[in-house]
């Protein structure tokens, strides 16, 4: 399945959705990222979106572009920010600041060593984030992608693909 192939089970009502699809997938040369930075995103955010059938179509258009440690490090970031976004969101969120004193005891060993380039994983990191509604882990990731030298254009781009890949499943959901 192809990013094409699912566009058209949105119905109607993702019409739009379908076009940011085209525009964001036909004109990867164009976001800033480098193919890594895109499919790897794209393959962190859909493995937390959990919509198997995007899965599969991201997968296809990322065959070929990407090197099968990509998909790995998409799978970590997916992971440990479902663990990370939960925690961190708690202690933003609540107004006892007493937790925020306590120390976090989560084992986060993966993000010394992603398999892939520390900037690439970040920005991985950082739209699942998004997709979570975590800002204290969006502000952290956004920081350290700044003190990469990533641009504001590659980091609006990794938060548009967050954008149109959750509404894409909620589209198909909703179909």
Not at 139 to 151: C, E, F, Y
Not at 155 to 163: M, P, T, V, Y
């Amino acid at each position: 399945m192809s990013i094409a192939d699912y566009k058209q089970g949105l119905g109607e009502h993702g019409k739009d959705t379908k076009l940011n699809l085209s525009n964001l997938f036909g004109n990867v040369d164009t976001s800033g990222m480098t193919p890594t930075q895109f499919y790897g995103t794209a393959l962190s955010l859909v493995y937390s979106i959990g919509d198997q059938e995007l899965i599969d179509a991201v997968k296809a258009e990322a065959e070929g572009n990407i090197e099968d440690n990509v998909d790995g490090a998409a799978k970590l970031a997916a992971t440990l920010m479902a663990m990370n976004n939960v925690y961190y969101r708690f202690l933003h969120l609540c107004t006892d600041k007493q937790f925020t004193k306590l120390p976090a005891g989560l084992r986060m060993n993966g993000m010394a060593n992603p398999g892939v380039d520390k900037a690439d994983f970040e920005l991985y990191s950082l739209a699942v984030s998004a997709l979570n509604g975590c800002g204290m882990c969006i502000d952290s990731h956004v920081g350290v992608l700044l003190k990469h030298n990533i641009s504001a254009q590659v980091i609006q781009a990794s938060i548009k693909l967050a954008a149109v890949l959750n509404a894409a499943a909620t589209a198909k959901r909703i179909a």
